[in-house]
Antibody, heavy 116, light 107 residues
């Protein structure tokens, strides 16, 4: 079974970069499908942030403009989220997920607070 | 972006009651619609994909339907463990977009 686990700092200062890792077990991320980042804001709004495909191509939510980057390390079977120039509005729980016809496997989520 | 208008925002229902949640897409998304349940402190769980297909391990009291650009999630007999927040998601075109969520509580 596919398992995903997010890791990264829980506190980031405004204007700095948020960097998270999603470690995948049970499936090789280069074998197929897309691998996505999603976040849930306080108040329950959910936002799809983007994905990296098995081939390495990426697709980002335009709302994040040029602040977002999703990359991967195939040797470690991990993919990463970097979000630059964060503000308090980026405070959220961040999830990584496997994309098939839906988001069928999710990590447990990591809460990130942006605060000085 | 495709807008997903989800209703109701909150819902209070009794055990064994039939519950229906709807999402209206702002344009045609075909069957690229999935439903999720999120319980407190847990990750979202896929319930329905392809608008009508039940995900593995999901109880058969959950079902999805489509009428044009309106999508519905039905819980045929509400159980205690069904309490949580429900979301729809369109993955027809990027950026994928979620509905605003429906908070389901027990009456």
């Amino acid at each position: 079974e596919i398992q995903l686990q997010e890791s990264g700092p829980g506190l980031v200062k405004p204007s700095q970069s948020l960097s998270l890792t999603c470690s995948v077990t049970g499936y090789t991320i280069t074998s197929g499908y897309d691998w996505s980042w999603i976040r849930k804001f306080p108040g329950n709004k959910m936002e799809w942030m983007g994905y990296i495909s098995y081939s390495g191509s990426t697709n980002y939510n335009p709302s994040l403009k040029s602040r977002i980057s999703i990359t991967r390390d195939t040797s470690k079977n991990q993919f990463f989220l970097q979000l630059n120039s964060v503000t308090t509005e980026d405070t959220a729980t961040y999830y990584c997920a496997h994309v098939y016809y839906g988001l069928d496997y999710w990590g447990q989520g990591v809460m990130v607070t942006v605060s000085s | 972006d495709i807008q997903m208008t989800q209703s109701p925002a909150s819902l209070s229902a009794s055990l064994e009651e039939i519950v229906t949640i709807t999402c209206q897409a702002s344009q045609d998304i075909g069957n690229w619609l999935s439903w999720y349940q999120q319980k407190p402190g847990k990750s979202p769980q896929l319930l329905i994909y392809g608008a009508t297909s039940l995900a593995d391990g999901v109880p058969s009291r959950f079902s999805g339907s489509r009428s044009g650009t309106q999508y519905s999630l039905k819980i045929s007999r509400l159980q205690v463990e069904d309490i949580g927040i429900y979301y729809c998601l369109q993955a027809y075109s990027a950026p994928y977009t979620f509905g605003a969520g429906t908070k389901l509580e027990l009456k």
